[in-house]
């Protein structure tokens, strides 16, 4: 089923790499990769690839290199896709992975710092300065885009309380609720019906739909 002109084609193509990552659907993997039109994969890929552990682990991002590399690859790699790695290895980037937290999360960031730093102080630094500060900030998919995969990976593994938090974020970052529900569509496809049901009515409360 298609979800355009809710999602782009490309913008459905990259939802689907990422739910296809996180279930380990390899076979579904295969074929999106088979079918990839002219021009794709691109950096656009590259980036819902490199993302998705995030959300999967980087286990099954490991396996979906595998699966893409043996299907003929993600294409080539330009040296402005490679940041400093002596610089993010350390420190992330700090001011660029803030400003995307802040903007995502708006007035309910400082519970979200204390709640995770309550936790475990190095899990809020790999939040900020590794999911925030070296990759879902960085360039090459732009931050609207990035939380529609978030959106879908995270309906696919029944994350209630986190799509919750994204849907605001993509909502907030410029997508339209239209574009989040076809996102949150393709996450819950396949699941329980009583749990697809309760995660579409979560994201259409806070798409603005």
Known sequence: MSHGPLLSAETERLVRLTIHICRGDWHGLRMLRREAPEGEPNRAWREALLQSHLFAGIPRMVEACAVLLAEGGLGSVAADEIEDQAQASQLGQPERGQALFDSIYEDTGPAVVEALGKAHPEILNVTLS????????????????????????????????????????????????????????????????????????????????
């Open 130 to 209: 590794h999911a925030y500060g070296r990759i879902l900030s960085r360039p090459g998919l732009d931050g609207a885009t990035r939380e529609l995969l978030a959106v879908g990976a995270l309906a696919a593994g029944n994350q209630r309380r986190q799509l919750a938090s994204h849907t605001r974020g993509a909502q907030r970052l410029g997508a339209k609720p239209e574009a989040i529900l076809a996102a949150a569509e393709l996450g819950v496809s396949g699941l329980p019906e009583t749990e697809a049901e309760t995660l579409m009515a979560t994201a259409k409360k806070y798409s603005g739909a």
